[in-house]
């Protein structure tokens, strides 16, 4: 599977994530439900590991890149829960899904060659990505000021943009599996930390389990599969092509949340869904 194809799954189970997000958010925790979710993706990826994992040693570099991803990997997870918890989605999805300028970037710097063309489509999806967000909403529905919310998204999207990455580069000189549950246990271990600290409970009730559960899953299948691009040909894309789950989560918030989308926006969809395409040539 290209590295593309693999953005594009991660896309599809990030979409579907977030829009969750945005629910279970409002009646549980941003530390509760970030924690079963991360406990939840845990176990798929143990199964993973124990059925095609590299059990020979991983370097001292890989490990310290799979920590790495673990850690900013936490940061955007917190981050982009507590500013879907602000809402709205239409906001919040795209400004996350802002990441790719950054990640084709670091692959320039570690000496990827991207072409001007190549740069023009991750500019239209930006563009595409941009028209979504400024769209004015027309709804009744009130929300928090949107600068921490919009402060909250960006962060969150420098956290995907590094935790995706230093996972990739691990996946260069290790296991692709291994790499992602050691970052996911990072994650996990640095989260109970700060629940301790703060006195937060990390339970999030039994009637939210079943929906963060299937969260959980959809999450760690789509970080695996921008970790897995690393070991392709333009690893990049894949972190480029994820991206789109930020539009995915705004078009099933208007279908399922009913919150506005007007025809501006669906011209920002095919703007930046031409600019995948154009990256999948």
């Known amino acids: 599977m290209s590295a593309l194809l693999l953005g594009l799954l991660a896309a599809l189970c990030w979409g579907i994530h977030d829009l969750s997000v945005r629910y279970i958010s409002q009646s549980v925790s941003v530390i509760a439900s970030l924690m079963a979710v991360l406990v939840f993706g845990a176990f798929l990826q143990f199964a993973l ?21 673990g850690g900013f990997y936490l940061l955007a997870g917190l981050s982009m829960y507590a500013a879907f918890q602000r809402g709205p989605v239409r906001l919040v999805a795209p400004l996350v899904a802002s990441y790719p300028v950054l990640s ?103 009637q939210a389990l079943p929906l963060l559960c299937l969260m959980g899953l959809l999450d760690a299948v789509a970080i695996l599969s921008v970790v897995a691009a690393g070991g392709l040909p333009n690893a990049q894309y894949a972190s480029v092509a994820a991206s789109v789950f930020g539009l995915l989560t705004v078009v099933l918030a208007w279908a399922v949340l009913k919150e506005n989308m007007a025809p501006r926006q669906w011209l920002g969809c095919g703007v930046a869904f031409a600019g995948i395409g154009y990256l999948a040539m």
Do not use: C, N
């Open 104 to 206: 084709v970037t670091l692959a320039i710097w570690r000496g990827s060659t991207v072409s001007v063309w190549h740069w023009l489509a991750v500019i239209a999806i930006g563009v595409g990505v941009s028209i979504v967000a400024a769209q004015s909403d027309d709804t009744d529905t009130t929300y928090p000021a949107p600068g921490p919310t919009i402060a909250l998204s960006l962060l969150a999207a420098v956290g995907f943009a590094a935790a995706f990455a230093l996972g990739q580069y691990a996946t260069e000189i290790s296991d692709e599996y291994t790499v992602s549950l050691i970052g996911r246990l990072t994650a996990i271990f640095v989260l109970t930390t700060i629940a301790l600290i703060s006195g937060k409970s990390i339970w999030p009730g039994v």
């Open 49 to 69: 590991v124990a059925a095609w994992g590299d059990f020979g040693p991983m370097s001292g570099v890989a490990i310290s890149f799979a920590i790495a991803t």
